[in-house]
C-alpha cells in the first residue's frame, strides 16, 4: 500500500512510502525556494506523485503531520 505523508509545519513537505519503504520524500523549500515555507505542501505533493510515477488513486492512505506553533502558547520555565 502507498501512503502520502505529509507536514504543513515550519519545514513542511511530503513523503511518499509504499510497504514501508521510503520511495520519495522532500521539503517545500526546496521546491519553491523560500527558505522554511510553510503552508500545505503542494509542489511536494506533486513532485513526489511524479517522480514515483504515482497516479492520485493509488494512494491507500494519508498521513498528516502538523504542528501550527503559531498559536501554541509559549511555555513557562
Known amino acids: 500500500m502507498k501512503i502520502l505523508g505529509i507536514s504543513d509545519g515550519m519545514t513542511g513537505g511530503a513523503a511518499l512510502l509504499e510497504d514501508g519503504r521510503i520511495l520519495y520524500a522532500i521539503h517545500e523549500e526546496r521546491l519553491t525556494r523560500q527558505k522554511m515555507a510553510t503552508g500545505f505542501p503542494v509542489e511536494s505533493i506533486k513532485r ?10 493509488e ?3 494519508i498521513a498528516v503531520g502538523t504542528l501550527n506553533e503559531f498559536l501554541r502558547e509559549k511555555a513557562v520555565a
Open 48 to 57: 513526489a506523485l511524479e517522480y514515483s510515477g504515482t497516479r492520485p488513486e
Open 59 to 61: 494512494i491507500g492512505a
